[in-house]
């Protein structure tokens, strides 16, 4: 499981958003746990942080891994 600290988000049409770029990345088995209120997401599988910070930031928003 990656854990991941998401800036940006503000509604749930965000974590729609943040779901959909997350489920994109390779390695991505799992999207869960995307929360609003605290501006944290965790996936499961074996995706590259890297690769998921840079699919949040295509989609708008500022990430890092470590919830």
């Keep these: ?3 991941l ?3 940006g988000m503000s509604c749930m049409h965000c974590v729609k958003a943040v779901t959909e770029a997350l489920s994109a990345v390779p ?3 799992t999207v869960r746990g995307v929360d609003l209120e605290h501006g944290t997401a965790a996936v499961d599988g074996a995706p590259e942080p890297a690769a998921l910070v840079a699919a949040l930031q295509a989609a708008g928003y500022q990430a ?3 919830g």
């Design 5 to 7: 600290k998401i800036e």
């Design 64 to 66: 890092e891994v470590g």
């Design 27 to 29: 390695g991505v088995t």
């Design 1 to 3: 499981m990656v854990e």
